[in-house]
């Protein structure tokens, strides 16, 4: 399978977003081998968006927000759910869209409706934060069908903080796919 290349998440980030629709998550090691179809995001514009990481700030956390786009940026929530974003846009800007829901496609073998189930059933966890996805383990492919007709367009979860910004209709999804996190 190929990767698909930097170029393509180095763009605007809403486009990126829409277009991971219906491409291949893949994780891949010696002893794992997953393979999810994309069917819900959310895109994080950068370090003007109130419900960004990078709102805060270049951290150490954040640095992988801040650097080239086409890797991973995985961080911890509620000290206990993963969570994968992949950086888009130039360096400096601070852009990513997380990963929200997968449907399975192979070696998965639990929920992944949301974006704590999909990295716990696909192995993902902060030893990939960082990772390229041109070249690590975790990647996305292309996955040779047509772009989705149709996309669902709504605001982001769990961002009510970000005042205007939780307002944004920044979350898409496939409608009737039955591993979207939330309609």
Known sequence: MT???????NRDTVTVARELLGKLLVHETDSLNCVG???????????????AHSSKGLTPRTRILFGPPGYAYVYRIYGIH????????????????????????????????????????MGIDLRVNGCDLETGPVGVVDSGEPAPPRVVRRPRIGVEYAGSWARRLLRFYLPGNPHVSRP
């Open 37 to 51: 179809r994309i069917v819900e995001v959310e895109a994080y514009l950068g370090s003007h968006d109130r419900a």
């Open 82 to 121: 993963h969570c994968m974003n992949v950086v888009t846009e130039p360096e400096c800007i601070g852009a990513a869209v997380l990963i929200r829901a997968v449907e399975p496609v192979a070696g998965i073998l639990r929920r992944t409706c949301g974006p704590g189930l999909l990295c716990a059933a």
């Open 3 to 9: 990767r698909l290349p930097r170029s393509f998440y």
